[in-house]
């Protein structure tokens, strides 16, 4: 063997000192989940600064010939160097900030290692020592020391940079209209207490305008109940943005809310605001929760959470192929439960994890950057089996003890840093929703799989849509591709309602927020009947053009499958809003079967003797004079979407895109296009003046437009349909079937954008067919599967 000093001077050249901007990987391997911290530690290259396990380090010198690596291996540390005294663990403490991994916030483990770091050659695995790098000349000594010790190792990871670990939900902007508020001298004084809105007369949930001093009621729940929405009225007929909580007012502050910048806000100057109105804010004290107090309350609160998880029952944990949990990376439960599910989809794990040798060799030089590669890598890490094992317990040196829940499983950093990149919501560390995580990851492998297969097209289906005109009889049909169907909860159908049941639910919601983790969990019961009854019952349409008459009449539509995906996806949608519009979730029990039968839902086309309505556009929605005017909307439409807090241009464009067809549609226009850059721009009409990419000739692209003409549309019609929506349409699936089996689903607590959990429980097939709950990295046996408490339900086709 060469000496080590000679072998160093030969590599020396590609030894490079990263610079502002290089990516340092130190804490995943970029082909598989190997870390410093499991076996044969990880390996950093000193040129490309990207780390390998000990079973891919010899493959990526092979393929590249750099051979100066940075062996990097961590051992966890014992109780005593933690300086922990006493047996166990110290007890958690409750939290008391909406936040976590900081002081009074949810509590995030940090576990402590001892590091230990080497500079090794390749292909012998040299070492170099400290005691070596002492007698090398000062060229080769300073250039490895900067390279190892200054930049590399003092470095923050990638992981770390993308990843942060901790969160607060309780960080509020100071208000960019705080400092010059106006305020008006119209003599308005407010009483420290016994409030009422000036307008309805409620008296919960007050808020007091901060310019004019008016006194109303919050906003409406999206089912109708809760204030009347008199404060958000106010700001948009006066254009007075801030508004205060009245009963959240203390000596420490209190809740300001801005409807301008539609967000909770921090107002500096608010003891001046609020004694122009003649309130004494170091006397006043609290008589309502903060909207914080209620976050937090419900991310603590039993029912439906403790039933997920299957609390109070001893789980069996479960380790092997299959069995592997995921590390939450803060507040990533979303991404973990899809993921856990989709891999038991066999065309995934045909794709991907059968494919994993060929994919990591056909990977580019920086595989961490390849969509491919990482889902591979994931679903491997999943099934394989490797990495689920019993995570070390601190306390038990000497491992007699019995094995703990959770696992040591997988940190998938490299995984979700790729799929959020540039996604203003998947980028962050915010809770997000699983449905909209699945379709973003779905789109994600559309794209990916253009050249080969594609497993998202298990979950692909047709929808025919079918449209009677009631004056002429005359029907349309449309087709749609479809991923989810989205099932409507019909609470009115609930078998224990009545006035007892709404009691009862006021009662232990008011128990609930005043603190008492005693009161009874009372659920709506929802018959699963009621709810395909719901989805499957026509649709009547009040201001429909009919092509027949010319005119617009009344219309009903029907939605059925024109095809059945392999897999079927179902979302209940639980949704509703509370308080000042926050999403919350109706917490409601649904008998969700194990096996459906959707034959009474499929699409049966255009009867005998039935008549098609003509192929005649309707009239566009804006005359015809040389001076463009307003579109024609239906305004009933649009002021209830802004009667629920959307911005008014967002509203008046889900009207009109959505040819004032009704609420329905124009509400699911508003959802897929939240985040598009000009959501609450004006709407710019056809043949009007308008920004560069807003005008109806601005190019379109030919790829997307063949996409659409392959489907049978014409071109003028695809045309027409991207420059309106500014989206791409789905190809079209081929596969059919009747009846579905259930396999998984994922249940959902979650009250506000940023709070929330989630978890997976998949029907294991195989021996006894148990149900297993994956909860993060504990994965266990379920005892009592919460399947009527589901937000996610995956369905495999079975055969007839």
Known sequence: MADVSEVLMSVLSTIRVPKPGDRVHKDECALSFSSPETEGGLYVCMNSFLSFGSQYVDRHHARTGQRAYLHITRTRKTKEDENNSGSGHPPKKKPTRLAIGIEGGFDVEQELYEEDVKVVILPDKQEVTSEDLATMPDVVRERVTVSVVLEITLSDSVSHTLQVQQWDGEVRQESKHAADLKQLDNGVKIPPSGWRCEVCDLQENIWMNLTDGKV??????????????????????TGY??????GTITPDGADVYSYDEDDMVLDSKLPEHLAHFGIDMMTMEKTERTMTELEIAVNQRVGEWEVIQESGTTLKPLFGPGLTGMKNLGNSCYLNSVMQVLFTVPDFESTYVSNIDKIINEAPSDPTQDFKTQVAKLGYGLLSGEYSKPAPDPGDENGASEPRGDQIGIAPRMFKALVGRGHPEFSTNRQQDAQEFLLHFINMVERNCRSGPNPSEAFRFLVEEKIVCQQSQKAKYTQRVDYIVQLPVPMDQATNTGEMLMDELQEAERRREEGDSSAQTVRAQIPFSACMAALSEPEMLTDFWSSAVQAKTSATKTTRFASFPDHLVIQIKKFTFGLD???????????????????????????????????????????PDVEVKAPVLDDSTVSQLCEMGFPVEACRKAVYYTGNTGIDAAMNWIMSHMDDPDFSAPLVLPGSSSGPGTTPTESISEEHLATIVSMGFSRDQATKALRATVRITRSILKKETDLMSSFGDIGWKRRKHTCGWLVSSLLKHGGNHSWVIFNDQKVCASEKPPKDLGYLYFYRRVAD
Request: proline residues 11%.
């Open 581 to 623: 519009w926050v999403p919350k979730k109706l917490d409601v029990s649904i008998d969700v079967p194990d096996t459906l039968d959707l034959s009474a839902l499929r699409a049966t086309g255009q009867q005998p003797g039935e008549e098609l309505l003509p192929e005649v556009a309707p009239p566009p929605l804006m005359t």
């Open 216 to 237: 109303l009621c919050g906003r409406r729940y999206f089912d109708g109940s809760g204030g009347n929405n008199h404060a958000l009225l106010h700001f948009q007929e």
């Open 241 to 246: 943005p801030l508004a205060v909580k009245l």
